[in-house]
């Protein structure tokens, strides 16, 4: 059975391929394109490249015939003719064409002018008393009516190639699809009708066309679909995809980062789904909204500022939410609390917030908002991430006293958490004053009291697990 389909599929490539090799008319110069060896690959909702002519014909008027390699037309004399295209860039979903398919693309030359005016002497002038027509339907019964059915009596209907195909598809009916032969002995057919009438009526004249001896032959690749995009939580959407064949994968930004699971946590709350397939790449998109939700962010954004990290965020709406408890990562995973904003209750007016991290961590600080209803009910705003310049070790990054009585000290502390002893010595040397203080993983931002030093210059150093901080020079004033 698998042999004799392939040597029918054969048979339809060598017709059509023979039917590419037939003479033009009235010996015009058939259009030539710059082919590409290899069939290109192309998604089916993604638009070809323009074709290019290296041998433009002399014939006015230039279309591309779109052939599906894998469809029979119902005339069964070659491979079905899909399509059109005035430069042979086109959308294969937009002709219809979707899934797994094959296609050549050839050009086609003609002149339209011909057909314009074969179709005015058909309906304008008048031999024995009868217009044309009559002499046309004694030949072609029913040409005229369906003519004039289809609104193509007036010349400037008249304007392409598709024009053109409902002119002759009178002449020689064919139900459902239709092949290039077929075309071919249509045109034929209305140029041999065109000879039989009376001269009075057309003089004698000639349709001429030309069909190209290359073709472009694509694989169009199908484009994944979306069926739906639904909110399973808070903040949580589930995308509905489907492919035929191979592997899906999604994203809410289609640079990525892309994952397997068609589940989403923490998604903002409008916004665009992605899902490609895997092998060929082939993308499509749909938009999403949440609804309901307790708490209607407009904004969750931070900045780095010093020693620290400033979070800001708005809402446009709240709906009894108790407040807002601020999380921070490390990896994006992984999530610690690290404060606690009340919120507004119930408000339909924007509301600004703020929190500041006084001890973030060495390079890259995520940050997530959770909010919390009266009743418990806990849902998500999206992930941030703020880049701070990467510390190695344990160091001072700072160290002032802005405020009288109190001396700021910024360290950096790489180690695990711990004590820190720290000391401070007057300028000759000796020691006035030593203490602990307890420091995180990142950056500490420390107060020191030192409201009992007189005024002077001194120097602070410190020590953490046999580390030690060299000397640092302050005043106090």
């Known amino acids: 059975m698998t042999k004799s389909i392939t040597f029918v599929f054969s048979l339809f490539l060598v017709f059509f391929t023979n039917t590419l090799s037939a003479q033009p008319a009235c010996n015009s110069t058939a259009p030539e394109i710059a082919a590409s060896v290899l069939p290109i690959p192309v998604c089916d909702n993604t638009s070809t490249d323009a074709l290019v002519l290296t041998t433009p014909s002399d014939l006015p008027n230039t279309e591309y015939l779109i052939v599906d390699l894998n469809r029979i037309a119902a005339d069964g004399l070659g491979n079905a003719v899909v399509g059109i295209d005035d430069d042979g860039a086109f959308v294969p979903a937009d002709l219809g064409l979707t899934g797994n398919l094959n296609l050549a693309v050839v050009p086609f030359a003609y002149n339209i002018q011909d057909f314009r005016t074969v179709i005015d002497g058909v309906f304008n002038n008048m031999y024995l008393g009868k217009t044309c027509c009559a002499f046309v339907e004694v030949l072609s019964e029913g040409f005229c009516a369906a003519m004039i059915a289809k609104g193509l009596t007036d010349t400037q209907n008249i304007n392409s190639l598709a024009d053109i195909i409902a002119i002759i598809s009178f002449v020689d009916a064919t139900n459902g699809t239709y092949s290039v032969p077929k075309l071919i002995s249509k045109i034929i057919l209305l140029e041999n009708l065109v000879k039989a009438v009376p001269d009075e009526c057309l003089d004698p004249m000639r349709l001429c066309y030309a069909l190209g001896t290359t073709q472009q032959l694509y694989v169009i ?33 289609p640079n990525g980062p892309w994952q397997s699971s068609n589940v989403f946590d923490n998604a903002p709350v409008s916004g665009m789904v992605y899902v490609r397939n895997t092998v060929t790449g082939c993308m499509d998109s749909f938009p999403y909204e949440l609804i309901d939700l307790p708490v209607e962010l407009t904004g969750f954004k931070g900045s780095v500022e010093g020693n620290t990290n400033l979070l800001y965020w708005t809402t446009a709406t709240e709906t009894n939410n108790l407040g807002f408890t601020i999380m921070r990562s490390v990896d994006g995973v992984n999530f610690q609390k690290m404060g606690w904003i009340n919120g507004a209750g119930s408000s339909q007016i924007a509301k600004d917030y703020t929190y500041r991290d006084t001890a973030p961590l060495n390079g890259k600080n995520y940050y997530q908002l959770t909010m919390q209803d009266y009743d418990g009910t806990l849902s998500f705003s999206k992930i941030i991430v703020l880049q701070r310049a990467e510390h190695t070790g344990f160091e001072v990054l700072s160290l002032s006293n802005p405020i009288a009585n109190a001396l700021q000290v910024a360290i950096s502390n790489d180690d695990e958490a711990g004590s820190m002893d720290f000391f401070i010595h007057d300028i000759a040397g000796k020691k006035v004053y030593q203490g602990t203080e307890t420091l995180h993983t990142g950056i500490n931002n420390l107060t020191i ?20 901080i060299k000397g640092y020079k302050f005043l106090v004033y």
Do not use: M, R
Not at 225 to 250: F, H, K, M, P, R
């Open 449 to 468: 009291n030192v409201a009992d030093l007189s005024s002077s210059i001194y120097i602070f150093t410190a020590v953490k697990d046999g580390h030690k």
């Open 221 to 253: 690749q199908e484009t994944p679909t979306i069926l739906n995009v639904t909110e399973t939580g808070n903040y949580q959407i589930t995308v509905d995809a489907y492919t035929s064949a191979g592997t899906l994968e999604y994203a809410l930004d």
